[in-house]
């Protein structure tokens, strides 16, 4: 078919077309930029206004938040405030308080010195008698000792396992016994140092079993029949083994803290007194008396005529003299008895005849004085039947 040849109108209808189809194409990006172009600034704006709206908000929120902050600050202001109140109230209180204790404390230690003289007074009911006993104590010449402590005291009683009789711890809050060898009785006054010391070498041979059985001896009724019990404690000692004993554990019919005369090698366990008190104002205080049963054999001699003491002293003539660091050994009834001189002190020895015994060691101002007591003793010894062997 032949082809249509294109008039002149519709060469510039399509033409046209074109034109009009660029000037689309060519206007939608600008149309499409100028919408953007003119979106961008409005959404920017309104962006712009929410923070610019949001801005002042957050801003007061910051703002509030800080306004609160001080708040707490003053709060934390306020602790220190109450703190240095406390603290400056703290030196006022302690003033007040100081001033109101400085006059308890001070009573308290204004009460001491009357503590401390309580040994010197013991405000009993023994006063008086104790009053009695230091005045012949001092009519004697016996310097009695300054007072034991409380504690001292306690001490003592826990050692031996029992409490001492009222009486006798009033007198040791006075004087913790005695100066000098011959105080009381011609014996020692022991201190409570003393009185333990003494009270364990016996407890020593008790427990070693030297009384075997424990079973014998001649007491005195309301007495127990025992060589020792760790009940009788001694007060007094002579040098050879002899006490006064305080006896805590009386028989029937006795009376506790009764004082017993205890001889380490005799049978006899006599009661002296009925209590501590009384027995110290009854006895002999100072030199010139010797505690000893047979004191009365003294005598004994006299009734052939009047020229005895001259006879006693022809005794001691024939006692041979000990010479120094000799042991001179003595027995009788299964005992011996055994002392040896070394210049100014002697040492004794005693107890049950196969046994080693018990030893004690006393010593003298100077060597007269030791001779003089030796002698004295192995006298008293003889006089009760000791043989020298």
Same mark, same amino acid.
């Given at each position: ?34 919408? /953007?172009?003119? =979106? %961008?600034? $409005? &959404?920017? *704006? #309104? @962006? !712009? +206004? ?14 509030? /938040?800080?306004? =609160? %902050?001080? $708040? &707490?600050? *003053? #709060? @934390? !202001? +306020? ?24 006059? #308890? @404390? !001070? ?283």
């Amino acid at each position: 078919m032949p082809k249509k040849k294109k008039t002149p109108q519709a060469e510039s209808g399509g033409a046209k077309a074109k034109k009009a189809a660029k000037k689309a194409a060519s206007a939608a990006p600008k149309k499409a930029a100028k919408k /953007k172009a003119a =979106a %961008a600034p $409005k &959404k920017t *704006a #309104k @962006k !712009t +206004a929410k923070k610019t709206a949001a801005a002042p908000k957050k801003a007061a929120k910051k703002t509030a /938040k800080k306004a =609160a %902050a001080p $708040k &707490k600050t *003053a #709060k @934390k !202001t +306020a602790a220190p405030q109450k703190t240095a109140k406390k603290k400056t109230a703290t030196p006022e209180a302690s003033t007040k308080r100081v001033a109101a204790a400085a006059p #308890k @404390k !001070t009573s308290k230690k204004a009460a001491a010195p009357e503590q401390a003289a309580a040994p010197q007074s013991s405000g009993s009911e023994h006063d008086a008698v104790i009053a009695r006993i230091e005045a012949k104590a001092a009519a004697a010449g016996v310097r009695l000792a300054e007072g034991a402590s409380a504690k001292t005291v306690k001490a003592t009683e826990k050692t031996l396992g029992a409490a001492l009789p009222e009486e006798v711890v009033a007198f040791y809050r006075r004087h913790d016994g005695a100066d000098g060898d011959a105080a009381v009785e011609g014996r020692e006054l022991l201190s409570l140092s003393r009185m333990v010391d003494e009270w364990k070498i016996w407890k020593d041979l008790l427990d070693q079993g030297t009384f075997e059985a424990n079973d014998h001896g001649q007491p005195d009724p309301g007495v127990q029949k025992k060589w020792w019990i760790a009940e009788w404690v001694p007060v007094t000692y002579d040098g050879a083994g002899n006490h006064h004993v305080i006896d805590l554990a009386p028989a029937e019919g006795g009376t506790r803290g009764q004082i017993l005369s205890f001889w380490h090698d005799d049978d006899p366990r006599t009661v002296v007194a009925k209590g501590f008190l009384t027995w110290l104002e009854g006895a002999h205080w100072g030199e010139g008396h010797e505690a000893d049963d047979d004191s009365s054999d003294d005598d004994d001699s006299s009734d052939d005529d009047d020229s005895s003491d001259d006879d006693d002293s022809s005794d001691d003539d024939d006692e041979p003299e000990a010479a120094a660091g000799t042991e001179r050994r003595f027995e009788m009834d299964q005992k011996f008895w055994a002392i040896r001189l070394d210049g100014d002190s002697f040492t004794v020895r005693f107890g049950k005849l196969g046994t080693e015994g018990q030893e004690q060691i006393k010593s003298f101002d100077d060597e007269a004085t030791a001779q003089k007591e030796h002698d004295k003793l192995v006298a008293a010894k003889t006089k009760k039947g000791y043989l020298e062997v």
